[in-house]
C-alpha cells in the first residue's frame, strides 16, 4: 500500500503499464456537481422516460443482460443502488423478480412512479440504505461510487452491510483502459488529474468533479478492502469508450444524419407495386452481425468475438466487477 487512499500494488501489471497511474480525477463544465441530485435529475430529464421503460430491449440487448441472467435469484430481493431511470428494476419486477430501485434523483423517481406505480423504486441515499444487513441477494451499482469525490468506500461499506454472504455485488466503474491512459496522456479527455488517492480538493477553474477512472488492481484493491472478493471482471460499452477519441462523436452525429437524410430521400413515392410481380427477398441482414459485435459485445461470435473482446478490454469505457461478500 502506498497510502491509505491509493491502494494499488506497485508491482501490478495494470500499475506498470500506466506508469503507475491508479486513478484518472476527470472534471465537467456543468453547473451541478455530479454529487448533487439535480445533476441527475436534469440529465434523466433529457431523456424519454416511455423509450426507456417502455421497450424491453433496453435491456435485453444490453451486454450486461446475461450477466443478471446468470446471477438473479428470482425470490431473493435484487436491488439497484442508483437505478436512474429504473429500467432494470421494471424488466426483472415484470418477470416476478423481488426488484427494489434506490436513487436520490427525486424528480427521476416521481417520473418513473408516473409511468408504472407498481414498480418498487425510492428516493433514497445509497450511504444509508433503507434494508436491513445480508437483506440482499443481487445488487447492481452501474455507474454510481465513482462520483464520490471523497471515494467509494463509504458505498461500498454500505453495499457490504446490506449483502447476503451468498450474494452478488455487480458494481461497475469508467476503467482505465489503454485507450483513455493515452488520451489522457495526449491531454485529450477535457480537464483531467492523474491522482493516487481520492481526496476532496479545489477543481481547476471553471470544473466541477465529475468521476474517477480506476485501473483494474486499483478498484479491485478497493472491494478487497470492504470486505468483497471479486470472481471476474470484464470491461462493458465499447462504443462509449471510443466516443472519448477527439472527433468521434462529431463524425458519428454526421453520418446518423446523413443516414436518416438518404432514408427520408429513399422513402420517396414508389412506382405502385404490381401485385403480379413477386416481391423481392428480404435483404440479408448485416446488422444483426453489427449489433452483436458492437451493441451486445458478443464475445461469443464466430472468429469475431476473440479480437473483438481483445480490442474491448482496452478501449471500454466502464469496468464490471463481479463479487461476493468475503
Ligand atoms: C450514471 S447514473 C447510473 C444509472 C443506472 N445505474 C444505469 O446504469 O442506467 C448514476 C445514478 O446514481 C444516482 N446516485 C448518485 N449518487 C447517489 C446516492 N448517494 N444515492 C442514491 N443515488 C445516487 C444518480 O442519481 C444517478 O441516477
Redesign the pocket.
Known amino acids: 500500500m502506498r497510502s491509505a487512499n491509493c491502494i494499488t500494488r506497485i508491482g501490478s501489471p495494470s500499475a506498470v503499464l500506466y506508469r503507475f497511474i491508479a486513478m484518472l480525477k476527470m472534471y465537467h463544465a456543468r453547473s451541478a456537481a455530479?454529487?448533487s441530485?439535480d445533476?441527475?435529475?436534469e440529465?434523466?430529464e433529457m431523456n424519454q422516460l416511455a423509450s426507456v421503460l417502455g421497450d424491453p430491449r433496453v435491456c435485453e440487448h444490453n451486454p450486461l443482460f446475461p450477466l443478471f441472467r446468470e446471477k438473479l435469484r428470482r425470490d431473493r430481493l435484487f436491488l439497484?443502488?442508483?437505478?436512474?431511470?429504473a429500467?432494470?428494476v421494471k424488466y426483472f419486477g415484470d418477470r416476478g423478480q423481488r426488484s427494489l430501485g434506490?436513487?436520490?434523483?427525486a424528480r427521476?423517481i416521481e417520473a418513473v412512479k408516473r409511468f408504472d406505480a407498481a414498480l418498487d423504486v425510492r428516493v433514497?441515499?445509497?450511504?444509508a440504505l433503507p434494508l436491513d444487513d445480508g437483506a440482499v441477494h443481487t445488487y447492481?451499482?452501474?455507474?454510481?461510487v465513482e462520483?464520490?469525490e471523497g471515494g467509494p468506500e463509504p458505498?461500498l461499506a454500505e453495499a457490504r452491510r446490506v449483502m447476503a454472504d451468498d450474494g452478488w455485488f455487480l458494481c461497475?466503474v469508467p476503467d482505465l483502459s489503454l485507450l483513455r491512459g493515452w488520451l489522457a496522456r495526449a491531454r485529450a479527455l477535457g480537464p483531467v488529474r492523474r491522482v493516487e488517492r481520492t481526496v476532496e480538493e479545489p477543481a481547476p477553474d471553471g470544473a466541477q468533479f465529475f468521476q474517477y477512472v480506476f485501473s483494474e488492481a486499483e478498484f479491485r484493491a478497493r472491494l478487497a478492502a470492504a470486505g468483497f472478493r471479486v470472481e471476474r471482471t470484464f470491461s462493458v460499452s465499447m462504443m462509449w469508450g471510443w466516443m472519448e477519441i477527439p472527433g468521434l462523436t462529431a463524425l458519428v452525429d454526421g453520418l446518423v444524419a446523413l443516414k436518416r437524410r438518404v432514408r427520408r430521400n429513399g422513402a420517396a413515392p414508389r412506382a405502385a407495386a404490381s401485385s403480379d410481380v413477386p416481391a423481392p427477398a428480404p435483404a440479408p441482414r448485416p446488422p444483426d452481425l453489427l449489433r452483436r459485435a458492437f451493441v451486445l459485445e458478443d464475445p461469443t461470435i464466430p472468429l469475431v468475438g476473440a479480437p473483438l473482446r481483445f480490442i474491448r478490454e482496452r478501449s471500454a469505457n466502464m469496468r464490471m466487477y463481479i463479487a461476493q461478500p468475503r
Open positions: 455530479a454529487g441530485p445533476f441527475w435529475d440529465n434523466w439497484e443502488g442508483g437505478c436512474g431511470q429500467q432494470w434506490i436513487d436520490f434523483a427521476t433514497g441515499n445509497i450511504l447492481y451499482s452501474g455507474g454510481v462520483h464520490f458505498a461497475s
